[in-house]
């Protein structure tokens, strides 16, 4: 007996140890969650506890419907049948939600069982839908059920006497119990069973507090904390993501994925910012269609398995592999001191992406607006509103007036194209539903182009519609046509005209980010200035370094010209990418030579555009989809609800689409939120600027 008794208190020791291990650990996984899951669950089990009731009910020889008849009688549904069945029904499944809310709340008070794994869901749902029998069906069958039973029974057949009814009841005692038993195990494994699959695809609570990575299975997070952490912590493989945009995240999602449960991969993605932004809605927020939140989702949302790092890149250095990053101490415009930190790496993506492109021209960087970040956006339309606010009040000077009234965009690309099609619509309805000194009329929004069309990523015919439309909707296209220089209250062209405007917005194209030109012993491409990747988006000499993105020059194989700077371009070349890393180091972390496959499976990049398109103003549109030309409402749909769907989370697609039934219902708001200031205190452009280096 004494022996035993050291062994018991270890035991209970040991359950109490992994009690406080998994409350202390638990700290991203809400009540509202965990209760959800079992919901679902239980909804699920409803359904199959309905299935085989009906079935039973038929064994017996009884209608199938009796019970849900009883059911709609217990609440005072008596007639017809069919309302009967129906409330019964209903009745069943609040009742199998109400039982779900209630085990979801124990689970998550108690912490008594975990159901991170799916055995552990099965015998927690087992042991709920015995308590539910036993606590529940059994009072409700002796004192409610047993009597309306009876009386139905009388109700559907006639002939039948109230005693013939209970005498039955009574008979089949022993299998109506064995039967509601099995019933309610089936609905407990049910429930079980898809709360864990729930909990371990979108329920990851287990962070590693010193790594600051999550797993979604306990048996996962000991293995690492055994493995990292313990006295003899393993050799990592160490992935480094360079970028938080669309190739950036993208990779990072699928990295995850592959190696949820892999304790010998580590992921970091290092971001200047820490949020992804959402380019193609960027033109709908500076006119104010699209609330700025709303299309930014903090990159830590993405981050369960990977750790993320706000900093700064500042070098790579690609023979000893190894990446110096930077962050500020003390205030962002003003910090105190700079800290440098160093990460190594065995794979790395750089997905640094671009800015904007001024060619070396420092007089139009320096006094024009760009449409590349949520800055440039905010800061844009508080311009924007500010120079409607100063035309409103001019009544002398028309010249003055005139210039404040002036709007004059870069580029005849997406993004200028789009830009000016939002602006347009922005400021001549606002003119027209707040600003009554103004004429809309004597709005002027100018669209300068270098090149002899529109668009020259979609057909001629759809150029052309482009073309018309926006000259239709008063807006001065000039083609064939650069900007040579710029002040304050001027832009200069090449003939040596010049438009007097106080507002000059440049889209004319971008470059990669700075830091890409320094990276020494590879390959950049002496145009563009983007580093060279080859046809597996290895940069050339380095098979375990990749470049995609912006920052990239990759020549697109079914045209032999560089990719277009596209997210969908972005998103696909992130799949391959992955796709080659996860295949080399399943190969790599093969247990011997033998069980390794002949050659590793790598992919090369040979994608075929499903489409392309732009909006050119308010419910108008052009595009190419699946081969296919649209244009006018229809390609204004077709891209709202395709990138609508390509939003990163329910939430933000909720608030986008609230969003653009709000500026349907409503008119534009001319709020001006001085927080942005164009040359003063916060956020200023230089400072902006210099952060972006």
């Known amino acids: 007996m004494n022996k035993n008794k050291p062994n018991n208190e270890d035991s209970n020791k040991k359950t109490n140890d992994t009690t406080k291990e998994i409350a202390k650990i638990r700290i991203d996984f809400s009540l509202k969650r965990e209760v959800f899951f079992v919901v679902v669950g239980a909804i699920l089990g409803a359904v199959t506890f309905g299935i085989s009731e009906s079935l039973f009910q038929i064994l017996l020889g009884l209608p199938y419907y009796i019970v849900w008849i009883t059911f709609g009688h217990v609440v005072g549904v008596v007639s017809p049948i069919s309302a009967s069945i129906v409330a019964g029904i209903f009745i069943h499944t609040i009742t199998s939600i109400s039982i779900g809310i209630v085990i979801g709340i124990f689970l998550y008070k108690t912490g008594i069982l975990n159901i991170s794994k799916i055995s552990n869901g099965v015998v927690y749902g087992l042991f709920a839908g015995s308590v539910v029998f036993v606590v529940f069906f059994l009072p409700v069958q002796y004192f409610v059920l047993s009597q309306q039973i009876t009386n139905t029974m009388v109700e559907i057949d006639p002939s039948m006497t109230e005693f013939d009814a209970r005498q039955e009841l009574e008979n089949n005692f022993t299998i109506i119990i064995l039967g509601s038993i099995i019933m309610h195990l089936i609905f407990g494994v049910t429930v079980g069973f898809f709360s864990s699959v729930l909990s371990i695809r979108f329920g990851t609570k287990y962070r590693c507090s010193q790594c600051d990575i999550s797993f979604s299975r306990i048996d996962s997070y000991r293995k690492h904390k055994e493995l990292v952490h313990g006295i ?167 010249v003055l007036k005139k210039r404040l009234m002036t709007f004059v965009v870069v580029g005849g690309g997406f993004s200028g194209v789009e830009t000016v099609g939002e602006l347009n619509d922005f400021i001549r309805e606002s003119i ?13 929004i100018i669209l300068i182009n270098s090149g002899d069309r529109l668009l020259p990523e979609v057909p001629d015919e759809l150029a052309e519609f482009t073309l018309n439309k926006l000259r239709e909707n008063r807006i001065e296209v000039m083609l064939n046509t650069r900007v040579s220089g710029a002040s304050p209250s001027s832009v200069v062209l090449n003939d040596g005209s010049t438009i007097s405007s106080h507002t000059l917005i440049w889209a004319g194209g971008i470059k990669p980010d ?15 200035g983007k580093v060279v990747s080859n046809d597996y988006l290895n940069l050339k000499g380095w098979n375990k370094v990749f470049a995609i993105g912006d920052c990239a020059y990759i020549t697109d194989p079914n045209t032999d010209r560089p990719c277009p700077p596209t997210a969908q371009h972005a998103i ?96 534009r708001d001319v709020t001006r939120l001085r927080v942005i200031s164009e040359g003063g205190s916060f956020l200023s452009k230089e400072s902006t600027h210099a952060e972006n280096h």
């Open 232 to 398: 003899k912590p393993i050799q990592l493989t160490r992935i480094l993501i360079l970028g938080g945009g669309f190739a950036g995240i993208e990779v990072l999602n699928r990295l995850q994925k592959a190696f949820q449960d892999d304790v010998r991969v580590d992921i970091t993605l290092v971001s200047r910012d820490n949020f992804f932004l959402f380019t193609p809605m960027l033109p709908e927020v500076s006119s104010g269609s699209i609330e700025t939140r709303h299309i930014v989702t903090p990159i830590r949302t993405f981050c369960k398995r990977a750790r993320f790092i706000e900093a700064n890149v500042e070098s790579i250095d690609l023979k000893n592999k190894r990446v110096i990053i930077s962050h500020k101490i003390g205030k962002e415009l003003e910090p105190i001191y700079q800290r440098d930190h160093v990460l190594d790496y065995d794979y790395l993506i750089i997905a640094l992406g671009g800015e904007t492109n001024f060619f070396g021209n420092m007089e139009i960087e320096k006094h024009s607006f760009t449409m590349k970040t949520v800055r440039d956006a905010m800061l844009l339309r508080d311009h924007v509103i500010n120079m409607l606010e100063q035309a409103d009040v001019e009544h002398e000077d028309e």
């Open 432 to 444: 027209r539903d707040y600003y009554h000194n103004l004429e809309d009329n004597n709005a002027r």
């Open 514 to 528: 700075p830091l890409v030109a320094k990276i020494n012993d590879c390959e950049h491409d002496q145009k563009s």
């Open 572 to 667: 696909r070349q992130a799949s391959v990418v992955t796709n080659n890393i996860i295949s080399d180091i399943q190969y790599t972390m093969s247990s011997s030579i033998a069980t390794r496959s002949l050659d590793r499976q790598i992919e090369k990049f040979d994608y075929q555009t499903k489409g392309i398109m732009a909006l050119i103003g308010k419910r108008n549109g052009v595009g190419v989809v699946f081969g296919y030309k649209v244009h006018g409402v229809l390609a204004w749909w077709l891209w709202r609800m395709y990138y609508l769907g390509n939003l990163p989370t329910m939430e933000k697609r909720f608030r986008v689409l609230i969003d653009w039934m709000i500026d349907i219902l409503f008119k």
